[in-house]
Structure formats: structure tokens, C-alpha cells
């Protein structure tokens, strides 16, 4: 059992090996557990024991010279080198390095050296050159710029300087711009990958309260996330706007359907969102059902199908690509719910700044955690384009609060939900 937990190729997860291909920068983007440490210290491991050879790293011009590059010297020590699976935990005790802290210097004794760097004092890896480097954390990082490019600088022994980069993503320059270069390979590390190894509990308590936010994406998904400055919404508004709780009573819900034009692979999705009015005259979305390329008959029947899940009032659906063909799909699969046709007379974006004032004015709540809705909000540009294609889920998001808020309204009665 004690050999098999020191073969690390034997039970490593898929992202904490290293990638093939002739890559200078591994950028490792993982959750907060997902065992990125242990990745970079079991890279150096394979990298300087003696089973080595070049295309790990081992190199034919004397031993390798390493950079450990952390936040700060102590997190250098205390995660990278002495944590539970840094680089003195990973190593069996026969070639096991050692640590000489007064020296900030890790040698193996086969004669690798390694150094310790902090990203507070950039102007310390001046001078020093190195055939690989661990950077770790690169998106806390204080002088990341400045940091490093002067890592750049030094890495410049042996014929394939490496780097590996392991960090829970921030929208930082340095991060997203290592992300855009050819030399660049990048895998992802989802906390709960590597459940086996975290405490008891951990994923329930943490994972349950915090799975779909942008932090749990970003701490536990291991996901880049990041606001457009021109965008309606921000990350942190919709986050002010998610409540856990819904009233017990609305006055008014709504399901409201955005058909794409056609079916098939390229066909747009089926934006398809639920909305109730609640009788402190807020507006909850309760429900983002769309589908990705659906065939007229599946969203017809899911969209029936959450109209009557929510006791809803009425469908709410767009016609200006199909007009009356919507509501004619929709009475084929179910001919008892009410339809209210709407036809889009402006932009989308001049459709959506009404509602994104709603949000802002605090009007609008988000029942729950609706990743890819949100991610349409967060990266709505002028446009009219989210990430370059239809925002059909913000389309009927807008459709959906605009009959609630800021259209003509039915008679209302009040329901539980």
C-alpha cells in the first residue's frame, strides 16, 4: 500500500499529470483541494529523481536549478515546500530533500537546488538562472507583472525551460494574458474531483452553500471568472441580488419562451425562464429551463410542462422569427395554457437597459443560482452578443421581468407556490 501511494502516475487524477506536447508554461487552474499543490511538488519529484530524463526535465548540462515562486517567502515554506503535500511530504526519505531555511534553499541530493522567491521582491530573481520554475498562486500575487517577467529572464538553462503555474483563478492581466499564449497549456481542477482526500463533510457544507456562485466557480470550480466593463450586469450585482428564501405567495408568475429560428446543431438555444411577482412588488426568478438546440416539440413540451409545475399564469413568447407558428407549436403539445405573443420592436439592448435599472434599483431577485443565465447577463455587450453568440436566456430573462414590471398586466391573484 506504502509503494502504491509514492507511484504517483497510478493514481493521480488526469490534470495533476503533466500535459504531452511541447508546452513551455503548464497553467494548472484548480479549486480550492483539488490538489494542485500536490501536482507541482509530484512535477519537481519526477523532475529531479532518478528516473528523470529530458522530457521531464532532467537535463544534460549538471543539475537542475529550480524556482519556487510563491505570494510571500512563507508561503513558499509553509505550502510549497513543508505543507501536507508539498515538496518534503511527497519525496520517500532515501531522496528526500533538504530544506535550509536561512538560505531560503531546497537541495536534493542528487545535487538539484532549488530557491525560494516571493512576488513581494521581484528584484530577487535578478540574476539567478534556472531550468524550471513553480510558480504558485500566480493570481494573488502582489508584483505579478513584475515578478514575472523577471522569471522570464532567468529561465534560460538547459534546451526546454519549463514552468508550472498552479493557482485558483482571478481576472487578473498577467493570468488572462498567459492564457491567450500558443506556449500555454492549461488544464482545470474542480474541488470535488478530489473528494477522497478533503475532510469529511467539506463538500456538503461548503460545496452545497457556495455551487453556481461566482466564488463557488472561481474557489471551487477552478473557472476564470471575470466582468465586461461594458456589460449591463456585474458579477457583484447579481450576487447582491440572489436570495435563499422565496415569498410563500406571488401575484403573478410567468413563464417566457425565446424559440430559436430553426433546429438542428447550429440552431440557436430555446431561451426559457420563469418569473413570479411577489406581493412586495419584487420580481424572483424562480427557474431557467432553456435548451440548447431543441427541436420545436421539446421546448414546446418543457415550456407546458413549467407552466403547470409553477401554477403559472401565462407563456410568454416572442414570435418575431416564427409568429404565429410559436403559439401553433405550443397548442399542439398543449392546448390549455395561454399563450401572450410579444414582438421585439427593438434592440435587444435597448430591451434589456429597462430591466438591468430593474436589478440595479434592487426589484429583481435570483431564487437560487442560474450559472449560465448569469453568465449571458455578465457578458451582454452593446451588441446585442454574449460571448459572441444570442443571449436566448437573457432574451426571455427580459421578456420575463418586462410582463411583470414593466408591461400591462392581468387581473391579479394571489397563489402559493
Not at 465586461?228 to 458579477?235: G, H, K, N, Q
Request: with cysteine; charged share 25%.
Amino acid at each position: 500500500m506504502r509503494f502504491l501511494l509514492n507511484d504517483w502516475q497510478t493514481f493521480a487524477h488526469g490534470h495533476q499529470l503533466a500535459p504531452a506536447g511541447d508546452w513551455r508554461i503548464w497553467l494548472l487552474m484548480g479549486g480550492r483541494g483539488a490538489g494542485k499543490t500536490r501536482a507541482g511538488a509530484e512535477w519537481l519529484r519526477a523532475s529531479v529523481g532518478p528516473r528523470a530524463h529530458t522530457n521531464t526535465g532532467q537535463l544534460e548540462d549538471g543539475p537542475l536549478r529550480i524556482a519556487l515562486v510563491g505570494e510571500t517567502y512563507a508561503d513558499v515554506r509553509e505550502v510549497m515546500v513543508e505543507g501536507v503535500s508539498g515538496l518534503l511530504a511527497v519525496h520517500q526519505k532515501a531522496e528526500r530533500p533538504v530544506w535550509i531555511p536561512t538560505r531560503r534553499r531546497l537541495e536534493w541530493p542528487g545535487g538539484a537546488v532549488a530557491q525560494a522567491f516571493s512576488s513581494e521582491d521581484p528584484e530577487a530573481l535578478r540574476g539567478p538562472q534556472f531550468h524550471l520554475a513553480w510558480c504558485d498562486e500566480l493570481a494573488k500575487w502582489k508584483n505579478a507583472e513584475e515578478t514575472f517577467d523577471m522569471l522570464q529572464f532567468g529561465l534560460r538553462l538547459g534546451q526546454r525551460p519549463r514552468q508550472l503555474i498552479t493557482t485558483t483563478p482571478r481576472p487578473v492581466p498577467l493570468l488572462k494574458r498567459l492564457l491567450g499564449l500558443e506556449a500555454t497549456s492549461v488544464t482545470h481542477a474542480p474541488t470535488r474531483v478530489n473528494a477522497p482526500f478533503l475532510a469529511p463533510g467539506f463538500l456538503e457544507a461548503v460545496v452545497g452553500r457556495y455551487a453556481g456562485t461566482r466564488l463557488g466557480r472561481q474557489e471551487l470550480d477552478g473557472e476564470l471568472i471575470e466582468d465586461r466593463p461594458d456589460a449591463l450586469w456585474s458579477r457583484a450585482g447579481v450576487e447582491q441580488c440572489r436570495v435563499e428564501q422565496v415569498p410563500d405567495r406571488f401575484v403573478r408568475i410567468v413563464v417566457a419562451i425565446d424559440p430559436p429560428a430553426s433546429s438542428g446543431k447550429r440552431s440557436d438555444a430555446c431561451g426559457l425562464v420563469a418569473a413570479g411577482l411577489g406581493e412586495d412588488g419584487r420580481v424572483y426568478v424562480l427557474a431557467d429551463r432553456s435548451l440548447p438546440q431543441a427541436k420545436p416539440g421539446q421546448w414546446a413540451a418543457a415550456a407546458t410542462g413549467l407552466y403547470h409545475a409553477l401554477d403559472a399564469d401565462c407563456l410568454v413568447a416572442e414570435v418575431n422569427q416564427g409568429g404565429e407558428m410559436v403559439s401553433e407549436v405550443i397548442r399542439s403539445v398543449d392546448d390549455t395554457a395561454p399563450v401572450k405573443r410579444v414582438h421585439a420592436s427593438r434592440s435587444k439592448h435597448a430591451r434589456a437597459e429597462p430591466v438591468a435599472m430593474l436589478y440595479d434599483q434592487g426589484k429583481v431577485k435570483h431564487a437560487g443560482v442560474f450559472p449560465e443565465l448569469e453568465d449571458e447577463m455578465c457578458d451582454f455587450s452593446p451588441s446585442g452578443l454574449s460571448s459572441g453568440r444570442s443571449p436566448d436566456r437573457l432574451d426571455a430573462l427580459v421578456w420575463a421581468v418586462s410582463e411583470l414590471l414593466l408591461g400591462s398586466r392581468a387581473e391579479p391573484r394571489v397563489r402559493h407556490l
